[in-house]
């Protein structure tokens, strides 16, 4: 998050910088348990709650998962873990009550632990509470926006808003990750049950994809998708660490990549549904990668261009196998135009 912040300064991407066109919402209020409840079983929630009082720091596991899925936590990780919330809560809210008649603001929500791999009644990949799932429940049930479209771009795989969701024809969730890497999930058979059949996109893509592979991912499965369903909010799962920098996977976008999908979406966003758009940071491992990617994020947010050109070190992609890859979720899905 230092990181971060230090990079938006130096870029001037700040409110004191640009008054008019960047606002930090004030006096935000920590998410309650009844927030919480909206995705979380209340044993889950009592079990963060009990560990960050009597134990932290310790890690939490669900221990019928394999031995890896722990989760480290200090004492304050369940309130770091509300006001996060609440920061996402509140940006969904404003963004509602303001785009009724247009093209109303775009929000970033900078919180910390991410949550796209916890899932309704356990804790996994660092995160402790389904941020983005509960953001769209809100967005539901207290904002009266009945669809609401939910585009995850980390490398990993977004399993716990999978499951959340899968059942769901209300939310469309799109996942686009490295193929066959932490956590296991995400393959492009898994597309929804029951009545969310088919509202659960998975694009696995292969090693070494990057800028190109990410913009034609954008126009042939991400646009027509977002199309199709219509939405009345979009919200994103933002991780960076599909970067070539980052040092946990192997995708090579670029920083300047994060600009094009978020311009893409924002575009989108302006289209379908009034330009409500939410973004909520999730993972990240490359400092210079993350502080990078949030800055051309805030550039595409703002309708500006990127601050980045594309770096000379990135290998070649692997095109033909991502075109066989996204030719088969084109097809599996009934994306073709």
Known sequence: M???LDALASRGLTPNKQPHEIVELQNVKPACEQDLQLVHTAE??????????DEAPCVVAD????????????????????????????????????????????????IRPPGHHATSDAPMGFCLFSNIAIAARHAQKRCGLKKVMIVDFDVHHGNGTQDVFYEDPSVLFLDVHQLDVWPGSGQVNETGKGEGKGNTINVPLPIASGDEVAGNCLERITA???????PDIILVSAGFDAHWRDPLE??????????????????????LCGGRLVVLLEGGYSMQGLSEGVC??????????????????????????????????????????
Do not use: C, W
């Not at 192997?250 to 289209?271: I, M």
């Open 63 to 110: 221990f019928e998962e394999p031995p890896d899925n722990v989760t480290y936590m200090t004492k304050t990780s369940y309130d770091d873990a509300l006001t996060g919330i609440g920061a996402a809560l509140a940006l969904v809210d404003h963004v509602a009550s303001s785009s009724k008649d247009g093209k109303g603001p775009k929000a970033f929500g900078l």
């Open 224 to 230: 027509p998708a977002a199309r199709r369903f219509a």
């Open 2 to 4: 230092t990181s971060i």
């Open 296 to 337: 051309e994020t805030f550039q595409a947010l703002l309708n500006r261009p990127p601050l980045h050109p594309h770096d000379t070190e990135v290998s070649a992609e692997p095109l033909q196998a991502a075109q066989n890859a996204l030719d088969e979720v084109v097809a599996l899905h009934g994306l073709a135009t």
């Open 250 to 271: 192997q995708l090579n976008f670029q920083s300047a990549t994060y600009h094009k999908l978020v311009s893409g979406l924002r575009d989108l966003a302006d289209e």
């Open 44 to 53: 889950h929630i009592a079990k963060i709650r009990q560990k960050a009082a």
